[in-house]
């Protein structure tokens, strides 16, 4: 069974950094693709950045383009996202994700980790 935990959170205030992990445990076969999504409060959950599994292609929410880094350690079983100049908007609870199928990039994942809380003062 394949489980996900995420790790990194906490309260940061704007313009600041954190560095997001993720730890893959079970087995997982083929390429796996992991990628990183949030939900804020009264908002539904959205895409923000998603890396294929040799890290050969990444993709990211134009809402963090250029602020946000995705990275993995296959040999760590480990997915990071780095994310600097944060923002109050950035605040939410961050979710890592892993599936199978390369297509559609950004969505058809099929194990979350529960998540963990982002906070961005102002």
């Known amino acids: 069974q394949v489980q996900l935990v995420e790790s990194g959170g906490g309260l940061v205030q704007a313009g600041g950094s954190l560095r997001l992990s993720c730890v893959v445990s079970?087995?997982?076969?083929?390429?796996?693709?992991m990628g990183w999504f949030r939900q804020a409060p009264g908002k539904e959950r959205e895409f923000v950045a998603v890396?294929?599994?040799?890290?050969?292609?990444?993709a990211y929410a134009d809402s963090v383009k250029g602020r946000f880094t995705i990275s993995r350690d296959n040999a760590k079983n480990t997915m990071y996202l780095q994310m600097n100049s944060l923002k109050p908007e950035d605040t939410a609870v961050y979710y890592c994700?892993?599936?199978?199928?390369?297509?559609?990039?950004?969505?058809?994942?099929?194990?979350w980790g529960q998540g963990t809380q982002v906070t961005v003062s102002s």
């Open positions: 079970g087995r997982t076969f083929g390429a796996y693709k």
């Open positions: 890396i294929t599994w040799n890290g050969g292609s990444t």
């Open positions: 994700a892993g599936g199978y199928r390369l297509a559609p990039l950004q969505s058809e994942f099929d194990h």
